[in-house]
């Protein structure tokens, strides 16, 4: 490993999220960095939450730490495999910045796609979580893989990933309890298929860079054992229809001024 390629591995930024309400230590070029999918993931908790979430795949903790900024009722468990991103998880938790949100964030070095006693054996005990939320790793095992490991790791879909990521979720929610979860709309049906028999109530928010542009991602709740019928609610543009200003929804979704409440209305 040549000097250069050290630096580049141990390289660090430190990033302001929530208008500075809080902030997360990421890789300096390489690997994952959180930005608008993880708060917009975030934003997905309803602000009357309580009791704890469990942040699957959390990388340096930006998701499960935005929920933790915007509501004092939560505690969180950051979810990572990666020994990396673990480190800088506790890193982000341990920020002066942080000294708010702390005593409420744990960092979890565990495999989220283990099952039984190996998935409790690793920290996750079954039915202990009140939400549990998630961004799976989104890119086709087709599609062109990039030589940064750390952002490979993070973004590669293996065979029934998906699957595995949302059977660990049923198992470790309670009843009652809600998964979040943001994807690409190519994941759609494994992901229904996924949730079949453990989460329903499943509600749909389909996100497009701007009106008259097709949809990117899908933001999805869902409840354990809920047996409502799937709803498709009212796209969110993350743009006006001109410029790169993201619009008013937004911009109150990024920075933790508002959240995606769930539609309880029978129709």
């Known amino acids: 490993m040549t000097e250069d390629t050290a630096l580049m591995e141990t390289a660090t930024t430190v990033d302001a999220f929530h208008r500075g309400r809080f902030h997360i230590v990421q890789p300096r070029g390489r690997g994952h960095r959180a930005g608008v999918d993880a708060m917009l993931l975030a934003s997905l908790v309803p602000g009357d939450a309580t009791g704890r979430l469990a942040d699957f795949g959390a990388g340096s903790g930006a998701a499960g730490m935005a929920v933790a900024s915007r509501i004092d009722a939560i505690s969180v468990v950051l979810v990572e495999r990666s020994p990396r991103m673990v480190e800088l998880a506790h890193e982000s938790v341990a920020l002066p910045q942080n000294a708010g949100i702390a005593d409420r964030m744990t960092v979890l070095n565990a495999d989220v796609t283990l099952s039984g006693r190996q998935r409790s054996t690793a920290g996750l005990d079954d039915v202990s979580f009140d939400h549990v939320i998630m961004n799976p790793p989104f890119n086709d095992a087709a599609d062109r893989t990039t030589p940064d490991a750390l952002k490979a790791e993070a973004h590669a879909m293996t065979d029934q990933l998906i ?31 996924a949730c079949r028999n453990r989460f329903g109530g499943i509600q749909l928010t389909p996100v497009h860079p701007r009106p008259g542009e097709e949809a990117i991602r899908l933001l999805l709740t869902a409840i354990k054992g809920n047996r409502a019928r799937l709803a498709l609610r009212e796209p ?10 993201f619009s008013a929804q937004t911009d109150d979704l990024c920075n933790g001024r508002a959240f995606i409440s769930r539609n309880t209305r029978r129709i």
Do not use: T, Y
């Not at 969110?236 to 200003?245: C, I, M, N, T, Y």
């Open 236 to 245: 969110l543009f993350v743009h006006e229809q001109d410029g790169r200003a």
């Open 163 to 193: 699957e595995r990521w949302i059977r660990s979720a049923a198992a470790v929610c309670k009843p009652g309890g809600q998964l979040s979860l943001i994807a690409r709309p190519q994941s759609l049906l494994e992901i229904l298929q």
